[in-house]
């Protein structure tokens, strides 16, 4: 939820896990991007605090997150590939889509098959 609250408080910082690093200008509507990713990182943590629907707040946050680093952190990454800042960015981004798709997946029911 706090990584929320700094997308709507500093909107054109990084998208996903907020970092001093600006979201470049190549990404078109970057400001409602922003934004929509601060609402689904508030929304998520919400539900995952209250315990209501945590299977699915994961999976959703999860998706947002991988989807940034796959349209956002990778091409970074390409295009600065000598900055290890930028490695940087790119591993801290994806091991917090992992960690979010880890609780989902905890989350998930278990059937006397899967035990």
């Given at each position: 939820?706090?990584f929320?609250?700094?997308h709507?408080l500093?909107p054109t910082?990084?998208?996903g896990?907020p970092?001093?690093k600006i979201?470049?200008?190549?990404?078109?509507?970057r400001l409602?991007?922003?934004?929509?990713a601060?609402?689904?990182l508030i929304?998520?943590?919400a539900c995952i605090v209250?315990n209501?629907?945590?299977r699915?707040?994961?999976?959703?946050l999860g998706i947002?997150?991988?989807l940034?680093?796959?349209?956002?952190?990778l091409?970074?990454r390409?295009a600065s590939r000598?900055?290890?800042?930028?490695?940087?960015?790119?591993?801290d981004t994806?091991?917090?889509s992992?960690?979010?798709l880890?609780?989902?997946?905890?989350?998930?029911?278990?059937?006397?098959?899967?035990s």
């Open positions: 939820m706090f929320g609250v700094e709507f500093h910082f990084a998208l896990v970092l001093e979201t470049p200008e190549w990404i078109p509507g409602l991007w922003a934004y929509l601060g609402a689904v929304a998520s943590g209250a209501k629907k945590t699915e707040a994961a999976i959703y947002m997150i991988s940034l680093v796959l349209f956002v952190y091409p970074l390409i000598k900055d290890i800042v930028s490695l940087n960015y790119f591993s994806l091991a917090f992992g960690a979010a880890a609780l989902a997946d905890a989350r998930g029911e278990r059937t006397a098959a899967s």
